[in-house]
């Protein structure tokens, strides 16, 4: 095992996660990612009524599982939920209810027309601070922003005597969610430069080049391979998140659409004249006959409004003088959440 903290905090800027498993931050941490399904055990499909069948089967096999639900107000985890009738659903409701109220009003509307007993995860500041040190310990590394509430989301369940936990979170990388990565076909420096969630050499005095990354996935002189690249890259990252909330909680989960592949290629031309996910939209539309389709939202959470007068990270390991307010909340969090990190686990 090799010891370098330059390399993992830049890893961890960029990717949000530590990408070469040899590698670790300090002596007697080792992350752990999730490991994937290999492509030739998933479930190949080719419509949404093939999608349906697949979750309706899937979900048959816990019937004797008090189950729980991971309830948003996106149609990934409304599908879930409907083929899932009369069990109990988790939804996050943060700042008492004020902070995107819009897709709160439509997860409730959905544990209505499934018969769903909804429980709402309060989530404020104080929770976040509450859980960070637990999820840091275990994945031995700074976090993603949605770790916190879904280890509380997590425990509340596991309070109420939920036997396994049902999520969505895999939907977008299978079925085509990912519309402003699927925007065009990228130069292999556009892509890096879109996709990147930090650029270390920004705000490190010491940041390690994490180029090679994209390197593996170069298509002759300036083209990059982007769909195996988000298939590789973000489904371990995104995926290692929320085994890592759960793990933490000792709280079973599972998320059916990690079981699919698509039988025939993604059409690109649909998703980017304004269609992503349109298996998924078809599917939503079919089992929420009575609603329009949402558009694609991320888990919630408030991180504009968590950093809005973080004055930026104070260690040494980052540049003197960052002009704070450049950056995102997301990126707020990243720099806050490793500052956290470091200050924990640094004992030099």
């Known amino acids: 095992m090799t010891i370098d903290k330059n390399y993992c905090m830049s890893s961890y800027l960029a990717l949000r996660y530590i990408e070469r498993d040899d590698v670790n931050f300090f002596p007697g941490m080792a992350h752990k990612n999730i490991a994937r399904l290999p492509k030739e055990k998933k479930h190949p499909v080719r419509t949404a009524y093939e999608i349906g069948e697949s979750i309706r089967q899937q979900l048959s096999g816990l019937k004797e599982k008090k189950i729980g639900v991971l309830l948003s107000g996106g149609m990934d985890s409304a599908i879930v939920a409907s083929y899932a009738p009369g069990a109990e659903a988790y939804t996050f409701r943060f700042l008492g209810g004020e902070f995107q109220k819009e897709e709160l009003s439509r997860a409730e509307y959905y544990a209505r027309t499934y018969n769903l007993n909804l429980h709402y995860v309060d989530i404020s500041w104080d929770t976040v601070i509450h859980h960070l040190d637990a999820v840091m310990e275990r994945k ?109 909680a000792n709280m079973p989960y599972y998320d ?60 040494p390991e ?7 307010t450049t950056f995102t909340g997301n990126q707020k969090w990243q720099l806050w959440c490793l500052e956290q990190f470091l200050n924990k686990y640094d004992k030099e």
């Open 256 to 315: 059916p659409y990690a079981a699919f592949k698509m039988s025939e290629p993604l059409d690109l031309s649909r998703i980017r004249n304004g269609e992503p996910k349109y298996l998924i939209r078809e599917l939503m539309a079919s089992r929420y006959p009575n609603i329009p389709v949402p558009d694609k939202v991320p888990m919630p959470r408030p991180v504009d409004s968590y950093f809005k007068n973080w004055q930026g990270p104070s260690r």
């Open 140 to 248: 031995c590394a700074p976090v993603h922003s949605i770790e916190p509430q879904i280890l509380q989301a997590a425990l509340q369940a596991k309070k109420d005597g939920i036997e396994i936990m049902l999520v969505g979170e895999s939907s977008d990388l299978v079925f085509g969610g990912m519309d402003g990565l699927l925007s065009k076909d990228w130069t292999l420096e556009e892509f890096a430069n879109r996709y990147t969630f930090t650029n270390p050499a920004d705000v490190l005095t010491n940041p390690v080049d994490m180029s090679y990354v994209y390197e593996r996935y170069r298509i002759g002189k300036n083209g990059i391979n982007f769909l195996s690249f988000m298939d590789d890259i973000f489904s371990i990252e995104s995926s290692s998140s929320y085994m890592n909330a759960f793990a933490v």
């Open 318 to 324: 980052f540049k003197p003088d960052l002009n704070i």
